[in-house]
């Protein structure tokens, strides 16, 4: 949850009589799902990756600049 905003779901299943939640965590259902679904499913792991590099890259990025200013010594 971002900024008290619930995330909207991308796909609502209307189907209560099945148990996801011991398959929600796991990459082996994505085969078995229908061809929509498998997208949306695909579209939202590489959605959250990207957030993950562009975080990354910043920071490290920041890390860079922050080694910048280090003088090289001689060692005795």
């Given at each position: ?7 909207h ?8 009589k ?17 061809p ?20 990354q ?17 001689v060692?005795?």
């Amino acid at each position: 949850m971002i900024y008290g905003i619930p995330p909207h779901p991308r796909v609502v299943l209307y189907d209560n009589k099945t148990d996801w939640s011991s398959q929600r965590h796991t990459a082996q259902i994505i085969p078995s799902l229908e061809p929509h679904l498998r997208k949306v499913a695909v579209d939202s792991y590489a959605d959250a990756l990207r957030v993950v590099f562009i975080c990354q890259a910043a920071i490290s990025f920041l890390g860079f600049l922050a080694c910048l200013p280090i003088q090289e010594s001689v060692l005795p």
